[in-house]
């Protein structure tokens, strides 16, 4: 079962966070990216973390849902997530308390373990690295936002000698 991209970026924050990393929108959507590699690659079923996409942006891999949600914030980085606004399918707006319990521990273990791995690496450093992998590279095309296909980041970490 794949988990919200909104509900795994919150962990991401969250986490981040409390190990005093901190995360801009920029960081959040590289660290997006290696979550979703490291389930497509990885996991036991290599089934994905999100199921949103991914589109190749000029500053690399972004998951537009989880963009709009924290552009606010700019640059900067972003707060830690005790609550949101959800709109219902009948447009009503529903206060929420975030819950980590949502995404299973064996799955926060992983995340956190791609979150502290990349976690010396800037935003920037990030962008760079993703400048120069192949699902980025081959989906990327000045001013269309093309989507970056999970098998494509699934075929690039199965090979790729990192």
Known sequence: MAYKALDIARYIINYSNKKNYGVSNLKLQ??????????????????PCFNEKIEAWGFGPVVPCVYQAFKQYGSGNIPS?????????????IQKTFNENIIKAKDRKKITEI?????????????DITHNQAPWM???EKGM??????????????????
Do not use: C, H, M, P
Request: without cysteine; charged residues 25%; hydrophobic residues 35%.
């Open 145 to 162: 936002n093309n989507v970056i296909t999970k098998s494509s980041i699934r075929e690039y970490f199965e090979n790729d000698e990192n």
């Open 81 to 93: 997530i005790t609550e949101y606004s959800e709109i219902t399918d009948t447009w009503q707006i």
């Open 115 to 127: 979150i502290d791995g990349l976690s010396e690496y800037s935003a920037t450093a990030l962008v």
């Open 138 to 140: 081959n989906a990327y």
């Open 30 to 47: 590289k660290l997006l990216y290696f979550v979703q590699a490291e389930f497509l690659t990885y996991s036991d079923d290599k089934a």
